[in-house]
């Protein structure tokens, strides 16, 4: 159902969270590049994510679209006619 990408992003991100939090109360040197570094990744990983849910959109049927009910109704009435 979900994706490794998925569980990664969110791995990522509980580890952003622990390195903001480190950042937030020392704001050392290495705290600042670990969030910075993990906020890189995120962002990595969420453009991957984005991609493979643009790729299963693409394939699903647009139900909703409101061109798809047209077309529904323009077959209909051809097939009436």
Not at 17 to 24: D, H, I, L, P, S
Request: proline share 2%.
């Amino acid at each position: 159902m979900t994706s490794d990408i998925h569980e990664q992003i969110i791995r990522t991100f509980i580890k952003y969270f622990e390195a903001n939090q480190r950042w937030e109360t020392k704001q050392t040197h290495t705290s600042g590049i670990e969030a910075r570094a993990l906020l890189s990744e995120i962002r990595r990983l969420a453009t991957i994510r984005r991609v493979e849910i643009g790729e299963v959109r693409k394939n699903k049927p647009k139900i909703k679209s409101p061109k798809y009910k047209q077309s529904l109704l323009q077959d209909k009435q051809d097939d009436e006619a």
